[in-house]
């Protein structure tokens, strides 16, 4: 898939920005706070139907406007064109999604359809940050690929949402009634079988996905170091397990876990629960590694991310990525820039060309775009500034 042109309306400071966009690569530039990162997240309304940021739509909308209005072309792999609308009302606090003329119903319905790999500052989260970022980062790249996932993990976590419910209501009270019991074993059952649905999904992602993050590290780095993924579940599981031998073992933790859930008013046991582990010549990352290579262990999860996705979705997915360049030394850069370029479109966000003085050749499939305040402006208004 490629994107060919989006109309920011009323979306954070673009007021009225029309952009034509290259099959190849897509360079944003312009300094701080010009709104170059708003382009990319606009980009992903079109794709993912909301911002990859965790901002909602109340944020985004310029301030003091009624609604924004996002409009895309996107070129699929087959050389279809598609129109992609995003609208909000701030009135109605209503977000609509349309897909030519037709308006989608459940968004998460497109997810997968429209693939993106983003890389942006905040991701580095997933390498420095808690479990739970690492585990959004899973989540992320296999609902991509999965519908079945997205539904399970859909209903996991309403089923954790009403069993903590009765649970933390049990722990106020002190008290755990035969009444309490009857509400909560339909909850436990759904949070058995959902889990271990998702335990084992997680098992076997990191099987096929292990071997993709090492090809990605290596083609970016030239030196010897070794990445590896690993996935660290609360309940054991491996990927040729049964999904009721995993059921097994969630009830049985659930058992011996009881009075602690009901003393500490949560739910103790489940796939909410699970770890995943980065670690460079056999080294946790989160302890012994430099930034530079968690920067560079990140490119490798997202390199390894397109390449899972482009041969589990109908779409080759366009690369966002948003300030890559800082932490990198310039050896680094310019090999992450050429190796990407060859693979998908690409929008790059940076404050400075220099990056690119080796990197790139500018052909009719490569552009600059200049954008500043919250306008996408010429060369020549851009060197004026
Ligand atoms: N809802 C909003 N309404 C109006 N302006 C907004 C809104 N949200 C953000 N902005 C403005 O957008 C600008 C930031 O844009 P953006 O994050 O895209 O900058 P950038 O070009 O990526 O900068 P940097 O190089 O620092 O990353 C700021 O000036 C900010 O005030
Ligand atoms: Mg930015």
């Known amino acids: 898939m490629k994107i060919v042109s989006a109309q920011l309306r009323n979306f954070r400071n673009h007021?009225?920005?029309?952009?034509?966009?290259?099959?190849?690569?897509?360079?944003?530039?312009?300094?701080?706070?010009?709104?170059?990162?708003?382009?990319?997240?606009a980009l992903s309304y079109l794709c993912l139907t909301k911002s990859f940021y965790a901002a909602n739509d109340s944020t985004v909308i310029q301030q003091g406007k009624e609604f924004f209005d996002i409009r895309g072309t996107?070129?699929?792999?087959?050389?279809?064109?598609?129109d992609i609308r995003v609208v909000y009302d701030a009135a109605l606090k209503q977000r609509r999604y349309f897909i030519g003329q037709?308006?989608?119903?459940?968004?998460?319905?497109?997810?997968?359809?429209?693939?993106i790999v983003i890389l942006s500052p905040e991701n580095s989260s997933i390498?420095?940050?808690?479990?739970?970022d690492r585990r959004k980062f899973m989540d992320l790249v296999i609902s991509q690929s999965s519908k079945i996932y997205i539904d399970d993990m859909l209903e996991y976590r309403r089923t954790l949402r009403q069993r903590n419910k009765i649970l933390a209501e049990a722990a106020r009270k002190k008290m755990f009634t035969g009444g309490d019991e009857i509400s909560l074993a339909p909850w436990t059952e759904s949070l058995i079988t959902r889990g271990a649905k998702i335990i084992l999904k997680r098992a076997q992602f990191f099987k096929e996905f292990s071997p993709y993050v090492s090809n990605a590290y290596a083609s970016i780095v030239d030196i010897n170091e070794t990445p590896m993924v690993e996935y660290e579940p609360q309940i054991e599981c491996s990927p040729d397990d049964s999904v009721a031998a995993i059921e097994e073992r969630c009830r049985c933790a659930l058992e011996q876990k009881r009075s602690d859930e009901i003393k500490t008013g949560t739910t103790l046991v489940g796939p909410h629960r699970d770890e995943v582990a980065f670690s460079l010549n056999g080294l946790r990352l989160r302890t012994f590694s430099s930034q530079g290579q968690h920067k560079t262990f990140l490119i490798g999860l997202k390199i390894a991310e397109f390449f899972y996705l482009k041969e589990r979705c109908t779409e080759t997915p366009v690369f966002l990525l948003d300030d890559v360049f800082s932490e990198l030394d310039e050896r680094r850069s310019t090999r992450l820039v050429s190796f990407i370029e060859n693979l998908a479109q690409t929008f790059i966000t940076t404050t400075t060309e220099s990056v690119f003085h080796n990197a790139l050749v500018w052909n009719g499939e490569k552009q600059k775009i200049f954008i500043r305040n919250g306008s996408a402006v010429s060369a020549k208004e851009a060197a004026i500034a």
Do not use: C, M
């Not at 034509?20 to 701080?32: H, I, Q, R, S, Y």
């Not at 996107?74 to 064109?81: C, K, R, S, W, Y």
């Open 127 to 132: 390498t420095f940050g808690t479990p739970a």
């Open 102 to 115: 037709r308006e989608v119903e459940t968004f998460s319905s497109v997810i997968g359809k429209y693939p």
């Open 15 to 41: 007021t009225d920005t029309e952009l034509e966009f290259k099959t190849a690569t897509n360079v944003l530039l312009g300094e701080n706070g010009q709104g170059k990162t708003n382009v990319l997240e």
């Open 74 to 82: 996107l070129l699929l792999d087959l050389g279809t064109e598609l």
